[in-house]
């Protein structure tokens, strides 16, 4: 089985400081993790995805977070944060070789921009 | 760009209603998903299809059914509508299979059931 699971469901930063989401998984096999973020009435989109390989990734908007195995986490960060940030945010894991069907997603964290 | 149309933004509907959801994609993708999005919950998945009239059970799909009839349609079906579906609802499409592809997301359709 595999989970994920978000530190915090609800974060403020001020305009300009650094973001910082966190997200801890759980998976019995190797995991693909993703970062989902959702603005205000709409649909969820792809931030950035972890497979394979570097384990640094860089997504949309300044965004990019770090696979670290050890912790087992995929920690979301953005060094300064916009009001266009403000969004909900959506940590999810998936089996390895089993693709979007086995996607499992965290609850969620609300990231609010503080002018 | 890949668009994901659900046909209905907000829906009211009494309990005992059938519901249909709608779900339309434009871009030939194999895989489509139904998603329930609650407060706290986060999204869970209720079915999904990897092919025309193909469908697999989700993680809650107790009081939900699916069609897919058509590549590019999928829709949810609530035979009794009961006041615990009251939340919102996520299409999602994405290509190929075993591969970890992106979702695509509709923007969502929110019901209501009195």
């Known amino acids: 089985a595999q989970s994920v699971t978000q530190l915090g469901s609800h974060v403020s930063v001020s305009e300009g400081a650094l973001v910082l989401l966190r997200c801890n998984y759980s998976s019995s096999v190797p995991p693909y993790l993703f970062w989902y973020v959702q603005y205000p009435n709409q649909g969820l989109q792809l931030l950035l995805k972890y497979t394979t390989g570097a384990t640094l990734v860089k997504g949309i908007n300044g965004f990019e977070a770090e696979f670290k195995k050890s912790e087992t986490s995929f920690h979301l960060t953005k060094p300064s944060a916009h009001m266009s940030d403000a969004a909900e945010y959506f940590c999810?894991?998936?089996?390895?070789?089993?693709?979007?069907?086995?996607?499992?997603f965290g609850t969620g964290t609300r990231l609010t921009i503080i002018p | 760009d890949v668009k994901v149309t659900q046909s209905s933004r907000y829906l009211v509907k009494r309990t005992g209603e059938k519901v249909f959801l709608e779900c339309v994609q434009d871009?030939?993708?194999?895989?489509m998903f139904w998603y329930r999005q609650d407060p706290g919950l986060g999204l869970r998945l209720i079915y999904f299809s990897y092919d025309v009239k193909m469908k697999e059970k989700g993680d809650i799909p107790e009081g939900y059914s699916v069609s897919r009839e058509k590549k590019e349609r999928f829709s949810l079906i609530l035979e009794s509508a009961s006041t615990n579906q009251t939340s919102m609802y996520l299409c999602a499409t994405a290509a190929g299979t075993g591969v970890a592809g992106e979702l695509f997301f509709g923007e969502g359709s929110r019901l209501t059931v009195l």
């Open positions: 999810a894991v998936s089996r390895a070789n089993f693709g979007n069907e086995k996607l499992t």
């Open positions: 871009m030939d993708h194999e895989n």
